[in-house]
């Protein structure tokens, strides 16, 4: 995102241009989740071990959390249903890819607390986690800012 926003800084692009990359980026995590899925183990993205159902066993003899199918379905869900969640969001350029970025890292920050993590930084949390976490604070701090930034300057004249 931040090499996007630089390259269109030095190409002179001010458009909002990330709602056209919404559904290329569902896409993306269906196509990468599959890979990451079939790569079993040796992908590391599994989830922690689990008595429920539909707990898949990557070849340890442990059935864990298919965290990477969990992923996939809300891809899935995002992609078909972009045009009902979108829509709303069409008034301003941006806002939907604005509202996919946050809603991909809450879910992060919320998935990889069912993940094995090999070092826990602060708070218990993955790196992973933190980064999440830092991406929502950047997000928000940058949106107060921008609004901040447009608001209209009062008259001082009397």
């Known amino acids: 995102w931040l090499g996007v926003e630089v390259g269109k800084k030095i190409a002179g692009v001010r458009s909002r241009t990330g709602?056209?990359?919404v559904r290329p980026i569902l896409v993306g995590i269906?196509?990468?989740r599959i890979g990451c899925f079939l790569a079993?183990?040796?992908d590391g993205t599994y989830g922690?071990?689990?008595e429920m159902p539909w707990g898949i066993d990557f070849g340890d003899g442990i059935p864990r959390h298919p965290t990477q199918l969990y992923e996939w379905l809300l891809a899935a869900a995002a992609l078909s249903t972009h045009r009902w969640w979108a829509q709303p969001l069409?008034?301003?350029?941006?806002l939907a890819f604005r509202a996919l970025i946050a809603?991909?890292?809450?879910?992060?920050?919320l998935i990889d607390a069912i993940k094995p993590v090999p070092y826990t930084y602060p708070l218990g949390l993955s790196g992973i986690q933190w980064l999440c976490l830092l991406g929502l604070l950047?997000?928000?701090c940058e949106r107060s800012w921008r609004r901040s930034d447009q608001a209209p300057v009062a008259s001082t004249i009397n």
């Not at 069409?90 to 941006?94: F, M, V």
């Not at 809603?103 to 920050?109: E, G, I, P, T």
């Open 138 to 140: 950047a997000m928000a």
């Open 30 to 32: 269906l196509i990468g």
């Open 40 to 42: 079993g183990l040796n």
């Open 19 to 21: 709602d056209d990359f």
């Open 48 to 50: 922690l071990p689990t």
């Open 103 to 109: 809603s991909y890292l809450l879910w992060r920050l």
């Open 90 to 94: 069409a008034h301003e350029a941006g």
